[in-house]
């Protein structure tokens, strides 16, 4: 029962005072056993456990306590272990581990502590498990408040995304393309002629244009582990802080992708200089390709924009001209069931209508005339409905752009 008194006991502590008095108790109790203490996030033993790398049996003497909780996306119940003692059975040793939980502000802080019989094999099995649960399978990792977050519902809408529903102007698709796949099959080549095996790409262009597809099919096509920055903000860390976790992060799984979507909104003048130092790791950088979307240029610093060496390929997405206008609307038309169907000369005037739309109102000018039609349900209206949503698009266009320079003021 030493163990159960021991959580009890150490809950009812201030917080500071917890994970010392938890050390100094299990030392006493197991004098003759080697103590490694942590509360790294990587040290998930239950995900290792289920993955069938190793044993874990709970301590049936002492009271383990197993929330449980329900994945809506995947109807299905889960368990999460807050506080527990388990024993462990790994490459033939075993261990007695101690897991605990306890709030702090508005985050909840995981300790665990492993009991072994030398500091060589404890530090093997915890390096073990954190290496595995730091490699990225099936999903994306995104950070957002200090945090990573491993993110499979977006790793499965990268998936549905290739470069074959993409239409972009000129050869802009294929370079891309030609572009990273020559990067990850060169890196012998880099180190033969001593270059710094890793990229910085720049996508550049107004909302709407493909940047943030191109950024999916890529990731969906080049099979490397991605990362995915959502902000450098966080309530109980600097800027700087979590820019070294991301670069830390990134270079744990390189050959990797790290996307930085709207660069210009996670950088600022506090934070830029500790960015570019990061970035300009070149040692440390080996095999990231670092790829960052901007709908304002104008709003980026020189040191990011015109700087060959950390941002050394920029490709521009333009608003999509009558080649690809014309494409973009085939596409769509060919897919449409018989009777929604447009004609040629139908197809070739909403091309004419359309300057100036980007792919999203392109596609936003289908759903909503789609919608429409389904009012009506009669063969060749799609056509005229499709019209009068140019006219109510191009509105919302305007009113789009004014003020969104009005609050540029």
Request: charged fraction near 25%.
């Amino acid at each position: 029962m030493k163990i159960q008194q021991l959580i009890t006991k150490s809950l009812s502590l201030s917080n500071n005072a917890i994970s010392y008095y938890v050390s100094q108790e299990l030392a006493a109790i197991y004098p003759k056993k080697v103590l490694l203490e942590s509360n790294d996030s990587s040290f998930n033993l239950e995900k290792y456990a289920e993955a069938n790398l190793c044993k874990i049996q709970y301590d049936a003497h002492i009271h383990n306590q197993i929330l449980t909780g329900w994945n809506g996306m995947e109807n299905e119940i889960y368990k999460h272990t807050e506080n527990a003692s388990f024993e462990v059975s790994w490459q033939g040793y075993q261990f007695d581990i101690l897991l605990m939980s306890w709030q702090e502000g508005y985050c909840k802080t995981r300790y665990s502590w492993i009991l072994a019989e030398s500091t060589e094999v404890a530090e093997k099995f915890f390096a073990a498990v954190c290496d595995w649960n730091s490699e990225i399978r099936d999903e994306v990792l995104v950070f957002e408040d200090g945090y990573w977050d491993k993110n499979p519902d977006l790793f499965q809408s990268i998936k549905s995304a290739n470069f074959d529903n993409l239409i972009l102007h000129s050869n802009l698709k294929q370079d891309i393309q030609d572009d990273l796949i020559n990067f990850f099959a060169s890196r012998e080549t880099y180190t033969d002629y001593s270059v710094p095996w890793k990229r910085g790409i720049l996508f550049i262009g107004s909302p709407g244009n493909g940047k943030t597809h191109t950024v999916k099919a890529l990731i969906n096509q080049m099979q490397q582990p991605c990362l995915y920055v959502k902000s450098f903000k966080s309530e109980y860390a600097t800027d700087s802080e979590n820019i070294r976790q991301v670069f830390k992060q990134a270079r744990q799984s390189a050959p990797c992708i790290l996307v930085l979507e709207d660069i210009d909104s996670l950088l600022n003048d506090d934070n830029r200089s500790f960015f570019l130092n990061e970035l300009d790791g070149f040692a440390s950088n080996q095999g990231i390709v670092t790829i960052a979307t901007t709908n304002h240029p104008d709003r980026l610093d020189s040191a990011i924009s015109d700087r060959p060496s950390r941002f050394d390929r920029k490709y521009h997405f333009e608003l999509p001209a009558i080649p690809e206008r014309e494409a973009y609307i085939t596409l769509w038309n060919d897919q449409l069931k018989t009777a929604m169907r447009l004609s040629e000369e139908a197809v070739s005037q909403i091309v004419a209508l359309t300057e100036g739309f980007s792919f999203a109102y392109l596609k936003e000018l289908f759903l909503s005339s789609m919608i429409g039609w389904i009012g009506t349900m009669e063969t060749g209206t799609l056509e005229k409905i499709m019209i009068s949503q140019v006219v109510i698009l191009r509105q919302q266009m305007s009113s789009t752009t004014v003020s969104g320079k009005d609050s540029e003021k």
